[in-house]
């Protein structure tokens, strides 16, 4: 696992395969950063599905309101719900969508992003300015690689757990 400077501000995600810790950026995009450990720390990500996953580009999981509970997943419905707080407006940056960067998911209106996020397989500079980067992945991109895919997959991967690196005991 890699080295964590700062767990306030890492996010370590459990998958079928093993963990993938993501190192969010505050400084960059304060509001999605807060946002992904309210909702991590409410255990709104367990067990939630990757719903969008393109080989080649990115896996986009994070619907908290149609894609969490084995029973109720539907997968025309998943990918189009979002948590019960209100929008975010765009953090937009220079950062560039390379492999391992976390996106905030968001629909036509830049100021749309709410609970989801993906994780890009390879570069996407056709995102760069357009949608929020906040994080990026400093392990475990080899579990990320394995996820299956699918629009939707037909049998779709879950983020099993999801915590703040500082709530985990040493």
């Known amino acids: 696992m890699a080295e ?33 450990k309210v909702l991590t720390r409410e255990g ?15 896996a986009q999981t994070g619907d908290v309101e149609n894609a969490n509970m084995e029973q109720d997943y539907n997968p025309r419905r998943a990918g189009t719900g979002a948590s019960k707080l209100p929008d975010l407006p765009a953090e937009f940056s220079k950062l560039p969508f390379d492999r391992g960067v976390l ?9 749309s992003a709410n609970s989801q996020f993906f994780i890009m397989f390879d570069e996407g500079h056709f995102l760069n300015g357009q949608y929020t980067v906040y994080g990026r992945v400093i392990s475990g991109m080899e579990h990320v690689d394995k996820i299956a895919k699918g629009e939707p997959p037909a049998n779709p991967d879950r983020m099993i757990t ?3 690196a500082a709530d985990v005991a040493a």
């Open 103 to 111: 996106g905030a998911a968001r629909s036509q209106n830049p100021n």
């Open 44 to 58: 709104q990500y367990d067990n939630v599905a990757f719903h969008r996953v393109i080989d080649g580009f990115m």
């Open 4 to 36: 964590i400077t700062d767990p306030e501000n890492t996010i370590i995600i459990t998958l079928k395969d093993g963990e993938v810790v993501l190192q969010l950026l505050p400084d960059v995009a304060p509001q999605h950063t807060e946002r992904m």
């Open 162 to 164: 999801v915590r703040v």
